[in-house]
């Protein structure tokens, strides 16, 4: 046996699964190719995928381009051809001009590029405009301006005319005015469908706009000199009304200044300030030596010691006493010599003590005279700074009418030398623009240019149809071709079941090998049973093709309990169970269908089986599964290898027969009994059965029904099932229409040729 495996991780490989086995019967065994799967989203989206989307819809997209292409040519067939003419400006220094205004370039706040800009909005200016298109009227009395004509029956069908404004004999003109880079130069684009016309406007332009600057100069300059000398007369006026207020000010108020801003009571109200500081400290020299010869001995006072004539006193007092002495050693007291030197000391210390006395009485004195003398200075002091204050309070007031005049004859001052300026300026008046190149008459029109409208146009058609194609691509939410589940599930695409009525006739060969029915009555003809009633025709070959997938895509062992199911209702949940256990049974696998969805059951009625007994009535019986007999689990089929167990009679607790452990002990049975055991379950929209199953199952597939299942419907259920930890193998696109075309490349199939035996 060769198995090529097929996992999630080898999207894109082509794999063939052949199996050779020993038949149990005479059935035909093989298995198709693989088909091409989509790649994962990392690889299909993005510029491939919406190059696959241009690619599908290339047809319409082209449609539109060349619509596009026509409607340009057609509007270039009725568009008035316009003929461009250019004239050049240079502009030099803005001195010129500001010079009559007597500022420069850094007074007047402008700089070159905005002086520029300036005279530009001047060119555009609809006043300048009035004054060429008045001077050329006149000039076209005697010359009209012609239109060339082409295609003017066209345009007559459009009303498409050339004409200016009504009243207005001149056609048309567009005028165009910009500064070439990095320079002074000025260009003038003026655009007519008169040739002549647009050469004459532009240089009409240009000499209109150097006479119009030179009369705006000297209207300016005259309204300027106008103004100033007004403004001078008043200013004067002003400023000699000013200077009387000050001098009658000062003269009332008496103020005298000795100098630059200092009066006279300023003066002296320093000096007396001066003195009392100085009277002050005598004060408190004299105050301390009063206080320390009130309290010291007068022999210790340094004035005294410090005296000449008590020092000659005291030096002829100790000269007497040791006389004294001398004579006592030898007379006695009444000795007229000792009586005569006592009488000479007692009368020098009655002098001295007298001198004394003196020193501290002219202490004292000294100390009393700096007292009243810092009375005196502190009383002047006080009747000075009163009148200081009141000289200061005039001083204010004068010095605000000096500054007012100051201001006034500063200001007079300039506007005089402003106004003499203006003057000068006026009579030396200068045009900083001139002509450098004259506009030419055009030889060729401008517009239209049919190559350039001619790509227009195909960029707006082919834009317009990738808006339409891309609309309607992402508006619809609905999986609907082969390739783009796997893109937004992230799981292996099993297989794609083409719908019914996309397969012709010529595709449906008819069947040469009769299928054998066991005995029983062989079912009607329908959908569920193609892959035994039609075997050679494409929707077999596609269940095939998906077991193939199937088989080949498990990389952990064949699964042997597999679930179908789907987000919503009538996705094809049943057909596909039915036709995988026919191909199944077709590769002489013995497979048990179990109708697990018993709100709406459908298996007994595609294969033609009585419902009254299935799997409700297993799940409610006590006895053992285990000792149950084959036959009482499932029924046969008219398809041999294939068996199946209904769901049987209805019932209100489905969900707790489901999570019941007679359920676990079924499928164990099923598992042992049984190669492949497929679980038919209702959808996940609002139902749990599936999730339920899921559990026991060894994988789950997802069954999804072309342009109806939308990508969040089955995003949801897939993602419910992986947080539920149930392995889901990959999904089955139903009802494919063959001849659709999508962004992943599907054309349809033209024809298809089958299998016989």
Known sequence: MENGAHSSEDFGKELVLRQEMPSRGTGLVYLEPLQTFAAPAEETGGISAFWQLIRGRKAIIGLLGLAGVAASLIFSMIEIPVYDARATLEFQSTRNGDAMMGLNEADSGFTPESYLQTQVKVLQSLALHKRVVTKLQKQSESKPYLVPGRFEKWRSLFRASAAGPEGDPLPKVETKVRVLDNSRIVEIVCSSASPRLAADFADGLASEYIDYNMEALWQTAQRTSDWLTHQLEGLRTKLEKSEDQLQTYTRDSGLVFTGADQNVDDEQLRQIQKELSDAQADRIAKESAYEVASTTPAEALPQVLDNGRLADYQSKLADLRRTLAELSSVYTPAYYKVAQVQAQINELEATSRRERANVIGRIQSEYQASMRRERLLSAAYSTQLQRASEQARKAINYNILKREVDTNRQVYDQLLQRTKQIGIGSAMQTNNARVVDGAEIPKAPSKPDLFRNGLAGLASGLGLALGFVFAGEFINRSVRAPGEAP???????????????SVSEQTLLPSVVSPKTNGATTPKARLELVTWQDRPSLLAEAYRNALTSLLASNGKGRPRIIMITSSAHGEGKSTTVSNLGIALAEINQRVLLIDADMR?????????????????????????????????????????????????????????????????????????EFDVTIIDTPPMSYLSDARVLGQLADGVILVIRAAKTTRDEVRAAKQRLVDDGIRVLGTILNGWDLKSKTRYGYTGYTGYTGYTS
Not at 487 to 501: A, C, D, M, T
Not at 638 to 652: A, N
Not at 655 to 662: A, V
């Open 487 to 501: 893109v937004h599930l992230r799981v292996p695409e099993l297989g794609v079941i083409p719908s019914r009525n």
């Open 600 to 672: 709406k059951p459908h298996l007994h009625d595609i294969f033609d089986l009585p419902n009254t007994w299935g799997l409700s009535d297993l799940l409610r019986e006590k006895s053992s599964l285990r000792d149950c007999p084959v036959e009482a689990l499932a029924r046969k089929t008219p398809v041999e290898g294939v068996s199946v167990l209904p769901s049987g009679p209805g019932t209100v607790s489905i969900t707790n027969l489901l999570y019941s452990s007679r359920m676990n002990e079924l499928i164990d049975r099923a598992r042992r």
